[in-house]
């Protein structure tokens, strides 16, 4: 189980720096709500696809809805799919950087979940937009998936 509290030290996999923790959720724990810009879901889908880090070969599935037993979440970009919760995405924000895991785009527009405000103003200031329309999410099995660049 992999549950950290929004803004506590990262310690999940070891590393230089103080990252903060955000987005770690589970079904045990309440989380803040809200919505998001449609500017920060598109850096959000940047960053899931290009710029990812810490693979592990395990998989964590979100406990918020559980997607059946095949079922993992998956984030597609022009024809291929990839496996959301084995890796991590970093972003700096004003006041520290963060460490976050690569559900996050799915607990925002699956669950509502919104990160803390400083988060989102480093992600947008972050890599790129990714137009909705050229990406999209889904739930299926973990084949026929490719490993992203890191
Ligand atoms: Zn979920």
């Known amino acids: 189980m992999?549950?950290?509290?929004?803004?506590?030290?990262?310690?999940?996999?070891?590393?230089?720096?103080?990252?903060?923790?955000?987005?770690?959720?589970?079904?045990?724990?309440?989380?803040q709500k809200g919505d998001t810009s449609e500017e920060f879901i598109e850096r959000l889908a940047w960053l899931t696809i290009y710029s990812t880090v810490k693979h592990t070969p395990g998989i964590?599935?979100?406990?918020l809805c559980q997607p059946g037993a095949f079922g993992f979440h998956l984030i597609s970009h022009?024809?291929?799919?990839?496996?959301?919760?084995?890796?991590?995405?970093?972003?700096?924000?004003?006041?520290?950087?963060?460490a976050?895991?690569?559900?996050?785009?799915?607990?925002?527009l699956g669950h509502r979940y919104l990160p803390p405000e400083d988060f989102i103003?480093?992600?947008?200031?972050?890599?790129?937009?990714l137009h909705r329309d050229k990406w999209s999410l889904s739930t299926?099995?973990?084949?026929?998936?490719?490993?992203?660049?890191?």
């Open 2 to 31: 992999t549950y950290f509290d929004d803004l506590s030290p990262y310690s999940y996999i070891s590393e230089e720096g103080n990252s903060l923790n955000i987005g770690w959720l589970d079904k045990n724990h309440d989380f």
């Open 78 to 98: 022009e024809g291929n799919s990839f496996i959301l919760g084995s890796a991590e995405i970093r972003v700096k924000g004003n006041r520290a950087a963060y």
């Open 140 to 150: 299926g099995p973990y084949w026929n998936t490719l490993n992203r660049q890191s």
């Open 100 to 108: 976050a895991p690569d559900l996050l785009i799915h607990y925002v």
């Open 121 to 129: 103003s480093g992600v947008m200031v972050t890599g790129s937009r």
């Open 60 to 63: 964590h599935r979100c406990t």
